[in-house]
Structures are given as structure tokens and as C-alpha cells.
């Protein structure tokens, strides 16, 4: 009879003992399923961040190409700008161009007849300086048979050549050239009032002469008229302040 409530404990203790670790079991089960849940969140928060991170840095990078692309347009259009400016200072320039061109046929004809001109006004002219004059205009003709040379340089040559001519009336001046007299051709000394008198002597004082404009030739001179060129040609070497009188020919009637 006695054994019977051992038996009794005993089975009740390894039926507590069995409670105990069905107990224990399913804590441990509840843990790992814990563990197992914490873990799984914090690899779902870490994806999270991840995700964040490169939506930021996408985000990031998005707003940057937007700034860029602004300025981007902003520079397009004042290149834009720049090219239409451009185009319409190309289109000038082609219409300059094409006009440049027609003065350009119009004004090679224009400058051979001044050129023309200039020769036959030297010939009709007072004959000073001829060789010079003649050598100017036979400049101005190869200058415009040099395709090196522009239309613009070859027209300021022929109107320094017009403007020469011009201010050959308001000078006065001394030069030594040749000259035929009676047949031989002689050494003088040449003096120019303008275009009023021409007039020479020879070095040895003993002929002299004027050109006549109304008859287009020399006529031999007095004692009188040879030393008032004598002191005329002094005083244009000199600078000397000095009066003298020239033969000048009556003006022609018109």
C-alpha cells in the first residue's frame, strides 16, 4: 500500500517535469520566432534605408539635371541670339559685298578716264615738270593692271594725282631740266609762279625766256626780264624776303 503514492509522485513529477519542458519548448519556439521576426524587420528596415538612400540620391541627382538643364536653355538661347545677330551681320555683309562689287565695275571705268583726263590736262597745261607729271600718270596706269592692289588703293592714287595737279596752282618753285633752244638742247634753271608764269634762264645768265600759253611755246627775253629772273630764282633758293617782278603774259580775252 505504501508504494502506491510513490508511483503517484513520481508520476506526477515526471508529468511536471514533461509540462516543464513542453513549457520551455514553446518558450524557446516564441524566442527563435522573436528573433526570427526581428530579424526579418531589420533586414525589411535596412532594404528601407537602401531604398531611401538612392531615391534621395536619385532625387538629389534629379534636381541637379533640372539646374542644368535651365541652364542649358538659358545658354541655347543667347547662343541662338549671338547666331541670329550673326546671320543677319553675314547677310549685311553679302549685300555689301554685292555692292562693293557693282561700284567696283563702276568705278574701274571711272578711274581710267580720270587717269585719262589727268594726261590730256598735263599736256594742254603750263609744261613744268613733265617728266615727273608724265611718270605719275604712267604709275597710275599700271596700278590699275595690278590685281595685288585693291580699287580702294588704286582710287586714292589717282584722286593724290588730281590733288597734286590741283595744288601745282598754288605753289611756286625752283627746278633745273633741259630744254631746246635754237636747236640745241640745253642745261636751265627753271621758275614756276603756279600756273601765272613760267619761266628759265641758263646757268650762265645769258638767255632767258617764258612760256606762252595763248601761242604754246617759249619766247626769249630782255636784259631786264633776265635779271629779275635772276633775283627771283635767288629768292625762292634763299627763302629771302625780297621783291622782284616776273614777265607774266597778258590774260587771254575771253
Known amino acids: 500500500m505504501r508504494g502506491k503514492p510513490l508511483s503517484a509522485a513520481l508520476l506526477s513529477g515526471i508529468g ?35 531604398i531611401v538612400t538612392t531615391t534621395r540620391s536619385r532625387f538629389d541627382e534629379y534636381q541637379r539635371l533640372l539646374k542644368e538643364i535651365d541652364n542649358l536653355v538659358v545658354y541655347n538661347t543667347l547662343l541662338q541670339n549671338q547666331i541670329d545677330d550673326q546671320n543677319r551681320e553675314l547677310n549685311e555683309l553679302r549685300a555689301s559685298i554685292d555692292q562693293v562689287t557693282v561700284i567696283e565695275r563702276q568705278i574701274l571705268p571711272l578711274m581710267t578716264r580720270m587717269i585719262a583726263g589727268l ?24 596700278l590699275l593692271n595690278r590685281s595685288d592692289v585693291s580699287t580702294a588703293e588704286q582710287f586714292r ?8 595737279e590741283n595744288d601745282y596752282g598754288a605753289t611756286s618753285e625752283t627746278y633745273t631740266a633741259e630744254i631746246v633752244i635754237d636747236g640745241t ?26 612760256w606762252d600759253q595763248r601761242t604754246r611755246d617759249w619766247v626769249l627775253l630782255n636784259a631786264e626780264d633776265r635779271e629779275s629772273i635772276r633775283r627771283g630764282l635767288n629768292v625762292l633758293s634763299t627763302g629771302s624776303p625780297e621783291m622782284f617782278v616776273i614777265p607774266v603774259a597778258p590774260p587771254e580775252e575771253g
Open 185 to 210: 638742247t640745253r642745261e636751265v634753271d627753271f621758275l614756276k609762279l603756279g600756273r601765272v608764269a613760267l619761266v628759265y634762264l641758263t646757268p650762265d645768265g645769258q638767255i632767258a625766256g617764258a
Open 157 to 164: 592714287n589717282v584722286m593724290e594725282a588730281w590733288q597734286i
Open 16 to 50: 511536471g517535469l514533461l509540462a516543464c519542458q513542453l513549457a520551455f519548448g514553446q518558450v524557446s519556439a516564441i524566442l527563435q520566432a522573436e528573433a526570427t521576426r526581428i530579424q526579418q524587420a531589420q533586414e525589411a528596415q535596412d532594404q528601407i534605408d537602401s
Open 119 to 142: 594726261e590730256q590736262f598735263i599736256e594742254l597745261d603750263v609744261p613744268f615738270l613733265l617728266d615727273e607729271r608724265r611718270e605719275r600718270v604712267a604709275f597710275l596706269r599700271n
